[in-house]
C-alpha cells in the first residue's frame, strides 16, 4: 500500500507518499480500506519531531479516518466487511489502509457523506472527553471556546448550543465570527483586539493555548469554574495563581487523546455513540470541512493548516 512517510523531521515537504507494508488486523482489530483522512495540529508536530507516535502505534501520521471495513481480526464482532465506518487512531490515517481497535471504530452517521465523516472522530471525542465528560458543562452554564474557526472549535460550538449552553468563542478575523454565530456562537472575541476576560465569567473553557493563556483563563472562570487544557500552541510553561483557584473553587486540567489506554478511548467511544451521534443523525451537529486535498498531497494540507485561514477540518482524500 501507500502512506505518508516522514523521513526526517521538518516543513511540510519531509511529507512524501511511499510505498510500504500493509497492515494486517491483529485479535480485536478491523482493518479499514481508508476513503479519507483529516489534518490536525498533533500531525503537524509529528512532522516536526515534537509529537512521537505513542510505542506500538502506526509511524505514520493521521489521527482519524473514514473508510469500509476490509477484514476483521480475531474475536471482533458486531461489525462485517463492507461496513462504511469512521474511527480514532493513535496514528496511520494518512495511509490506504490502517489497523484499528475495535473500540475505536464508529459508524458513519446517517445523514454523513463517507468523506466528511473523516473529520468527525477526533474533533468529537476530544470535545466530549473534555467539555462533557471531565468538565461536565451543564445546560445553561457558560462556555468559551479558543480558535472558534478550527475543527476542536466548530465542533465544540455545535455541541453545547445544541445541549443548551450559552457560548463565546475567540477568533482571528470577522469572517471567522459570522461562521461562528452561524454555528451557535453566541458571542465572539476577536483575540486581535479584545480581551476574553471582559466577556466573562465562564463555567467551562476548553483551551489550545496553554502557557500564553493560563493566567487569563483562570480569571476568566466563574466560582467552581473548570479549565481543560488540550493544546500548547501558545508555550508549556506559565505561573498559575493558586490563590485565585482557591478562591473560586476552580480546577484546571490537562489532558491529551492520543496516548490513553485502549479502554479509555473504547469508553470515549461509547459515550460519543451515545450521546453525540444522535445529534449528528438529526442534523443537529454536522461535521464542517473547509476543503478536501489528494492524501498524496498531505504537504499542500499541512501548509493550508499551518497558513490559519481555514474554518472547519481540512481531509485528505483517497475515494475515486
Known sequence: MHAIVIREPGGADVLRWDEVPGPTAGPGEVLVEVAASAVNRADV??????????????????????????????????????????????????????????????????????????????????????????????????????????????????????????????????????????????????????????????????????AKYLARNVNALAVNGRLAVIGLQGGARAELDLGELLRKRAAVHATSLRARPLDEKAEIVRSVREHVWPLLESGRVRPIVDRTVPMADAAHAHRLLEDGAHVGKILLTLEK
Not at 111 to 132: H, K, Q, R, Y
Open 45 to 210: 508536530l509529528q512532522r516536526q519531531g515534537f509529537y512521537d507516535p505513542p510505542p506500538g502505534a502506526s509511524p505514520y501520521p493521521g489521527l482519524e479516518v473514514s473508510g469500509r471495513i476490509a477484514a476483521l481480526g480475531e474475536g471482533v464482532t458486531g461489525w462485517n466487511v463492507g461496513d462504511e465506518v469512521c474511527a480514532l487512531l493513535s496514528g496511520g490515517g494518512y495511509a490506504e489502509k490502517v489497523a484499528v481497535p475495535a473500540g475505536q471504530l464508529l459508524p458513519v452517521p446517517e445523514g454523513v457523506d463517507l468523506i466528511e465523516a473523516a473529520g468527525l472522530p477526533e474533533v468529537v471525542c476530544t470535545v466530549w472527553s473534555n467539555v462533557f465528560m471531565l468538565a461536565n458543562l451543564r445546560p445553561g452554564e457558560r462556555f468559551l471556546v479558543h480558535g472558534g474557526g478550527s475543527g476542536i472549535g466548530t465542533m465544540a460550538i455545535q455541541l453545547a448550543h445544541a445541549l443548551g449552553s450559552p457560548v463565546a468563542c475567540t477568533v482571528g478575523s470577522e469572517a471567522k465570527a459570522t461562521r461562528c454565530r452561524e454555528l451557535g456562537a453566541d458571542v465572539t472575541i476577536n483575540y486581535r483586539d479584545d480581551d476574553f476576560v471582559e466577556h466573562g465569567p465562564f463555567e467551562v473553557i476548553l483551551d489550545n493555548m496553554g
